[in-house]
């Protein structure tokens, strides 16, 4: 799922200190899962906005709203009374949501209360990590299902590197090296033959880097 | 899986001690049928024989147990009570290699001197000098220190070694310790209080320099320390039950909900396996557990708990946060008309508010029961 | 210290079990909370959450307390360490939005400690230096 996580409170504040109403407008999917814009995240934050409104002195209207899914016109119609009312729309879905917003309401304001890190799972309650980075090519199969291109802090495709030490990346302690799990787990299914296949450098145009991307089923479209 | 407001009228016993004998014992005089499972040995990498425990699915009422080492795999019970008892380990005190300084628990030591009752043991034993050292490196247990002021008074009664009792946290309120001291002191023993102690072994004896003196010695008696058996852990870890710092079985605080129960309604422990006391009193813990038991699946309903957290199901996002918040047990998925969402059982909930306070979409609330209940009755 | 009492609104927010009982127990000695002190009742220390601290601040709290069981006698294990830590959490959301940090306090206590927590309530001022946090 998409993980994202609150901006400072300072750098929402900044901007919405303007506006004389605000709309904060949540998403209970993904970023309801992850706990930074959900219902619940959406009464938080607009308490802490109210809050510091008073404390500086400025009438705002702070106005909470919270939609099924974010990144669905559909789900965002209802909102268009509310958009009309607010000098600025919080949104605290991730980046598709906001934008979302913007596209279908082009003439309102909207800004991000969140930042959109990554696609990953939660390890355990309150923790959440990265697993894929969308490259577009999913070669999980050669790697026993661990992905090095998201777990490896290098992407490499023949790892693992000299800075492997007990299992762990020099990067940065926290961090398994990713190729370790991948010699693990292709052991335990009995594919280590696989790692013999040197991979040639990876075409990155299929990711981010051949420009922003488009899916379409041809047999779906009307 | 059933409905746990109906009980299934059977009752778990785990463990395969003393304890948990008198048990199954109380639970058969009550007329409940009585499942047994050692769960002996189990500490997650084999080496377990007979019953064990996989996991405990479900709730008070109607608790679904997964087996290993059964000829069930799957029991339905109503009620679990834990009785692993405990176990006696070696103190950690230990002479070099080399050093004849003869270290004995206390029971051993009494022994020794019954059996070596001949005219010139006798004289022998007169000479020596005893050290009987307690709350090294970590607090005796009062069952173990009783233990060993008793084999104190056994010896005095047999031959006169002088005999010195050092000791940092000795409690006299139970186990007749005010008795054994204020005896024991009365016959000549002495006792040295310590905060910090050092032993140092070397052929003539041992020496134990503490703030307050030096002495040596020619023989250390060392009770054993008391810890709780090996398969804790995996026990705890798999009936959701939790371990205390001490390494022993936790209750909830026994001031409000009573004694033996655990953070999961309906999941007990009783006697030793968290209860260090003297014999009689664990036996009176296992009367008391059982009593409740054998209530609770007579009463043929489990009694609904005085408020409870309710998922208003068409709101669940399906997290899993409640879930994985609820340190009680009490939720589950549950799939009701084709709608899945988390369910609360409310005979399991203790009405913390924790999946209130954690649902990132607010669908979760307290409700009151419909009927009060005393706190005491589960 | 001030010699001047802070009778500022103050709400205390309290699991049943630790301040809901010591509360019931000075009641019967004829005892009471000061009248500026708005008592909120919460069954355990896990109920506790930032939306509920911040919006004591929005009804006109200008200092906040939470009390909850010590560690170790949560019926529900946690329920102490959950409350602290919304509660660190919500100060620094305070302080991000300007209201200082001192302004919210959290504490343990038995139902034994009714006294203390009276005395808690009085002493709940703003710290004379500015080096004086709290945790």
Redesign the interface.
Known sequence: MIVAERKPIAEILANLRQASSVAVVGCDTCVAVCMAGGTKEVAVLSAALRLAARQEGREQLITEACVERQCEVEFNEPLAELVAEHDVILSMACGVGVQTLAEQYPSAVVYPALNTKFMGRPEELGTWSERCLGCGNCVLDKFGGVCPITRCSKNLLNGPCGGSQDGICEVDPSIPCAWQLVYDRLVAIGQLERLWQVEPPKDWTTSRDGGPRKVVREDIVP | MSDPRLIEPRVMVVGQGEDALRAVALAEAGGCAVVRVPHAGANGDGGASGARIEGVDGCVGGFSVRLAGADETRVGVGAIVVALGNRRMPAGVAPPKGSHVPVMTPVAWAEKVRRDLREEYRVAWARRRVVVLLDHPSDTPKETSAEALRAVQDVIALAHPEIYVYYRNLQVDTHQLERLTRETREAGVVYCRYDQIELAFSKDGVTVTTEESQRLGDLLVVPEAIESPAETGDLAARTGIRVGADGFLQDVNMRHVGAGQTVRRGIYVAGRCHLDADAETQAADVDRVMGRVIALLEGGAVPLPEQYAEVTSEECIRCLTCIRTCPHGAIELRTSEEVTAAHVVPEACWGCGMCVANCPVRAITLVPAAELVEQEAV | MSDARDTSPLVLIGCQ?SAGAALARLADEGRALPSHVRWQS???G??????MI??A??SGAERVMVVS?AA????????DE?ARR?TAATRE??E????EGWRLRYETMAPNMGADLLRWVDAFVAPVEESVGEA
């Open positions: 079990r919460v069954p355990c896990g109920t506790i959450d930032e939306l911040l919006e601040f929005e069981c170790g006698a949560c019926n529900s294990v946690v329920g959950r919304r959301l305070l991000a939005i300007g209201i």
